[in-house]
Structures are given as structure tokens and as C-alpha cells.
């Protein structure tokens, strides 16, 4: 989530997509579709990252169990 504030922080300061890519250390593609998202859909995209099945998930060990 920081890094999604960051790139639109970079772009309102005048700095070029390639500039915000090489900083933030993503590809140009990522910060394009970064500056597409606002603030809600950012929020939303990370909270169904969190919850997501992953194909690993059955073979994690509990350590909390």
C-alpha cells in the first residue's frame, strides 16, 4: 500500500513515469496501473490479497494450533 502512495506522490510532484519505476524500483507497467487505482480500489486490492487462497495453504504448518 505504501508503495502505491508513493507512486502517486512521485507523479504529483512532476516526476516522470520511468523516474517513479527506477525509485520505487517496479516496472513502468506497474506504475501505470498503480496511477490508475485511487485511494478506495488500492485499499480493496490489498485486503483481497490478504485473504486470497494460495496453493501452499494447506501444507503451512500451525504454529499457533
Not at 507512486?7 to 504529483?12: D, E, G, I, N
Request: glycine letters at 2%; hydrophobic letters at 35%; a positive charge.
Amino acid at each position: 500500500m505504501e508503495k502505491i502512495v508513493l507512486v502517486h506522490q512521485l507523479k504529483r510532484e512532476g516526476f516522470k513515469i520511468s523516474a517513479i519505476a527506477r525509485k520505487c524500483n517496479i516496472s513502468r507497467n506497474t506504475v501505470y496501473s498503480y496511477l490508475e487505482q485511487d485511494f478506495e480500489e488500492a485499499l480493496e486490492w490489498v485486503e483481497k490479497l490478504k485473504t486470497r487462497k494460495k496453493k501452499l495453504d494447506p501444507y503451512q504448518l500451525n504454529i499457533l494450533d
